[in-house]
């Protein structure tokens, strides 16, 4: 695939974008490592009512992310669709969207860190070099793209991963500021928003 040359003022998800009406329904969920989001965005993707399709953005990397992921699986109906899409979301929604299905995305920050190291952005930050990556740009100007106009229902998980001390790795930071400027972009986006704590959810938007 193809990607256009970026500049740094067109990379990540800038508050303050606009957007189309949304035609979907658009929720997203937030919370810490272990917070209970994603077991909450299973709940409500069931209780849609609608056949579900799970997008999975995990790579089994090593044994314990491949623990990580058999105890997802193990957790979700069986009868659920599965999409393994690590990069292009984008492409991936569009092409299983539909009016009488719900999409689950678990999860968008592992997503994120995916296109870090699949294209420039990791090596850019290491070496301190403005984050210019073609690939970066791309994917997330794309999923804001067709997020508007999806039909049926999306459900989004993402970390929030923005509440403790500044990381120190030049990579982390850029990582806790794109996955910051994403929730926040999402969020706009989204008609539900919702923060969960020790598996309590607390409703920010919409609900």
Known sequence: MEYEASTESRRIMRPGGRFCNNPAMIELILGGARSGKSALAEQRAAESGLAVSYIATAQAGDEEMARRIAHHQARRAQHWALVEEPLHLAAALNDHAAADRCLLVDCLTLWLTNLLYAGSAAQQAEAGAAVNCPLLAFETAALLDCLPNLPGRVILVSN???LGIVPLGAVTRLYVDDAGR?????????QRVTFVAAGLPLELKGG
């Open 160 to 162: 929030e991963v923005g």
């Open 182 to 190: 994403m929730n926040q972009t999402i969020a706009r986006i989204a």
